[in-house]
């Protein structure tokens, strides 16, 4: 995650600014948004940018070109990139680019495993915009308003604890490039085992406190141990 941070998001008619950030759902462990933080063009804004608009990226370059415009980004809807973001903010964020829902499928991106699955012509993963819009509205309100997406940057340094005991902290995490899943939590045990890092896969997570910023595994100190080190 951190190698994507600054890298320059360009649109089809020219530079909009540079990755700060990254929201994922945390039900899923999938990147929903980049936030990314405009030039002078945009008064520094902080604007999020949907995986849905991005095309291959120029990794020698540092680049990830977009399929929108800069009048787009300009008049998309204001979002408090420094909350969680609730559903609700989503519908009027998908809705005015016109993207579809992601959510409401088997898949991690509707009924696929990537957004340029669930867009037009993509398929039997794609959904039109209005028929999620309508499932949405009958699926009932309550969930609209729960804030289940949250900051990437904000978990790093997370503590870690395992059945028996603590384990370390969150260093970073590793990101499939197709998908936008978070595919594994980088986790320093310097306070416990020396100076490892090991990988820990998000279907082990059994709880995240927010409110403590600890997240809680279904291992055992012995089972990290027994896993083989992470090398960047």
């Keep these: 995650m951190s190698d994507l941070e600054n890298y320059a998001i360009r649109a089809i008619d020219g530079p909009i600014g540079h990755v700060k950030d990254f929201y994922f759902d945390d039900e899923t462990w999938v990147i929903r948004y980049l936030v990314v933080e405009t030039g002078t063009w945009l008064s520094s804004r902080k604007v999020l940018?949907?995986?849905?608009?991005?095309?291959?990226?120029?990794?020698?370059?540092?680049?990830?070109?977009?399929?929108?415009?800069?009048?787009?980004?300009?008049?998309?809807?204001?979002?408090?990139?420094?909350?969680?973001?609730?559903?609700?903010?989503?519908?009027?964020?998908?809705?005015?680019?016109?993207?579809?829902?992601?959510?409401?499928?088997?898949?991690?991106?509707?009924?696929?495993?990537?957004?340029?699955?669930?867009?037009?012509?993509?398929?039997s993963g794609s959904f039109e915009t209005e028929y999620n819009k309508r499932r949405l509205l009958e699926s009932g309100s309550g969930k609209h308003d729960d804030p289940d997406l949250r900051s990437c940057k904000a978990i790093v340094n997370y503590h870690i604890d395992a059945r028996d005991g603590d384990i370390g902290h969150v260093h970073g995490l590793l990101v499939d490039e197709e998908s936008w899943a978070i595919r594994y939590m980088i986790v320093q045990t310097s306070n416990w085992w020396g100076d490892h890092q090991v990988l820990i896969d998000p279907q082990s997570i059994q709880e995240v406190s927010w409110l403590d910023h600890t997240v809680t595994v279904d291992l055992t100190r012995q089972a990290v141990k027994d896993s083989s080190p992470y090398d960047e």
Excluded: C
């Design 49 to 123: 940018i949907s995986p849905f608009a991005i095309g291959p990226p120029d990794w020698a370059g540092k680049v990830l070109p977009v399929s929108i415009t800069k009048e787009q980004v300009r008049n998309s809807p204001d979002i408090d990139t420094n909350r969680p973001i609730s559903r609700q903010h989503e519908i009027g964020y998908l809705g005015y680019y016109g993207y579809p829902y992601y959510w409401g499928g088997a898949g991690l991106w509707g009924a696929g495993v990537s957004p340029s699955m669930m867009l037009p012509g993509a398929g």
